[in-house]
């Protein structure tokens, strides 16, 4: 009922998120991810869905259920998510990178089970960086309309006037990353060429809402 009210802001628009925590292997038992629930980036797929998008969500490992009308895609690494993710925003109006992607992968990722050894010797990890899904993406000629997400544990507002600008995107969303994570509500700012826009801290859903309002305001031709 409250879908079917929704002011079509996003009508027949094609919108790409990724959403949740990465998952990056280290043998076959055992790997490496994040405390990202995907509640924010599943939230904002189901109003995007409800303001008339056409919605593909790529999420990494969460508990969440999948929101009715929307097309998923479940990955567990970062160079999958990556992989996913420029397939689908090469046709999509709006990419919204909610995804807390793993920085770095372990490089030689082993085929066996690691074993403790007698001399009681931990193993050693190296680590690659991950490609960079969304600046990827922002950088595609006549690409998407392309939306950063950003958890800083301080100084939120320079680390996201500084990501913003180093990942080339007309707008980034921040809030500070303990204050959000696996939680129902989140308290946020919008930072984009004009500066910056603090929103009350209020539950995922209605801010999803304001959120796909404030990028469909953005858009070219604005809201309609
Ligand atoms: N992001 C991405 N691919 C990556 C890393 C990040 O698409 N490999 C996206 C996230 O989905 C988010 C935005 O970039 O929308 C910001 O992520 P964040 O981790 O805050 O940025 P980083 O550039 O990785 O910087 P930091 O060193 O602070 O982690
Ligand atoms: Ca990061």
């Not at 998510?81 to 909610?98: E, N, Q, R, S």
């Not at 990722?109 to 990827?136: C, H, M, Q, W, Y």
């Not at 500070?176 to 939680?183: C, N």
């Amino acid at each position: 009922i409250v879908a079917f009210f929704a002011p079509k802001h996003l009508q027949g628009k094609r919108v790409v998120i990724t959403a949740g925590p990465t998952f990056e292997p280290i043998d076959p038992v055992r790997g490496i991810t994040n405390l990202s629930s995907g509640k924010m980036g599943f939230a904002l797929a189901r109003a995007a869905a409800n303001s008339g998008a056409d919605v593909t969500l790529i999420a990494g490992p969460t508990a969440l259920d999948t929101p009715w009308g929307i097309a998923r895609e479940d990955v567990q690494t970062a160079q999958q998510m990556h992989d996913a993710a420029l397939a689908a925003a090469a046709h999509a109006d709006v990419f919204i990178g909610v995804a807390a992607v793993a920085d770095w992968r372990v490089a030689q990722v082993r085929t066996s089970k690691i074993k403790k050894t007698a001399d009681g010797a931990p193993p050693t990890l190296e680590f690659v960086e991950n490609p960079d899904i969304l600046a990827t993406i922002a950088a595609l000629p006549d690409g998407p309309y392309c939306v950063g997400f950003a958890a800083e544990s301080d100084d939120l507002d320079a680390n996201a006037s500084a990501k913003r600008l180093r990942k080339n995107v007309p707008l980034l969303i921040g809030n500070l990353g303990p204050a959000t994570f696996g939680r129902d509500d989140n308290e946020v700012a919008l930072y984009d060429a004009q500066g910056v826009t603090r929103l009350p801290r209020a539950d995922k859903t209605a801010l999803a809402n304001t959120l796909i309002e404030q990028i469909a305001r953005r858009l070219p031709g604005g809201l309609f």
